[in-house]
């Protein structure tokens, strides 16, 4: 081996492991309300690689929505720390995009002027901004909505939207809270398949939050569970199905396998 091959080969390896690895140490969240404290999380301990996909379920008042604003930075841990690539969050950042469950759009913006708010305010040039834009309309199948405005739109469109919006800024990345709760049951199909969709092509990584059992196991890589009394994780399961994940793999053997695990693991937790 040569050392311009050596010398391209550890360059690879050092930027494919510095785009989106997030570390979780020892992060714990308490509450006070007068004399009354009130333990959110306790001692969570999480390594997400760069690229992954990962899914935490488990029930209401856990604290997922908790620990996924501290990775955001729109929270602080009372202990602990997170890393984004060996950096500390201390607060939002470019790095990291994220995405409610809520229709956060400027409603006086267009489609196309939402998408592009974010490197707007970056300072990237109109010509730099639109090929952004273009992109991502593209990506998310939003093209012939370019022009329109978000009550022109159906839910699960806005949410494309939101997605968009949140990848044009080019996070490493992408933090989502339950995005799909609030659609209809044949709108979150078409939109957990346009998210794989989106995330094959741009390989961000991405940590969401769910209820929907279903849900965990179609879109992740890997699931964790959490319980509650304080928030803290109980099961790691690595999701061992076909990387495409068409709607027939629901009926996949080990799709069934491991929703009948996981339920009768937060079903147990909850009683």
Same mark, same amino acid.
């Given at each position: 081996m040569t050392k311009e091959t050596l010398a391209r080969e550890i360059r690879m390896e050092t930027e494919a492991a510095g785009h989106g690895a997030i570390a979780i140490r020892g992060v714990g969240k308490s509450y006070r309300t007068g004399k009354t404290e009130f333990q959110a999380l306790g001692n969570i301990r999480l390594d997400i690689a760069a690229n992954e996909f990962v899914t935490i379920v488990g029930p209401s008042g856990c604290g997922k929505s908790t620990l996924l604003r501290i990775v955001a930075g729109l929270e602080e841990a009372s202990v602990g720390e997170v890393t984004v690539d060996g950096v500390a969050v201390v607060g939002p950042g470019a790095d990291r995009g994220m995405v409610f469950q809520g229709y956060t759009l400027f409603p006086w913006l267009t489609v196309r002027q939402n998408i592009e708010y974010g490197? %707007? &305010?970056?300072?990237?040039?109109? &010509? #730099?901004?639109? +090929?952004?834009? =273009?992109?991502?309309?593209?990506?998310?199948?939003?093209?012939?909505? !370019? =022009?329109?405005?978000? %009550?022109?739109?159906?839910?699960?469109?806005?949410?494309?939207? +939101?997605?968009?919006? !949140? &990848?044009? =800024?080019?996070? %490493?990345?992408?933090?989502?809270? #339950?995005?799909?709760?609030?659609?209809? !049951?044949?709108?979150?199909? #078409?939109?957990?398949?346009?998210?794989?969709?989106?995330? !094959?092509? #741009? %390989?961000?990584?991405?940590?969401?939050?769910?209820h929907d059992i279903d849900e965990a196991i179609f879109l992740s890589q890997r699931i964790l569970v959490m319980a509650a009394g304080p928030g803290r994780m109980i099961g790691e399961y690595q999701v061992a199905l076909p990387a495409e994940r068409t709607p027939e793999v629901r009926e996949h053997p080990d799709f069934l396998k491991l929703k009948r695990e996981l339920a009768s693991l937060l079903k147990h937790k909850e009683a």
């Open positions: 490197p %707007k &305010l970056k300072g990237v040039p109109i &010509l #730099e901004r639109r +090929a952004v834009s =273009n992109r991502y309309l593209r990506i998310t199948r939003l093209e012939s909505f !370019a =022009n329109r405005f978000p %009550k022109q739109l159906s839910g699960g469109m806005k949410q494309r939207v +939101a997605i968009a919006r !949140a &990848l044009a =800024n080019g996070p %490493k990345v992408l933090l989502m809270d #339950e995005p799909f709760g609030a659609l209809d !049951a044949q709108t979150k199909l #078409e939109m957990q398949e346009a998210l794989l969709d989106v995330w !094959a092509k #741009e %390989k961000t990584t991405v940590l969401f939050i769910t």
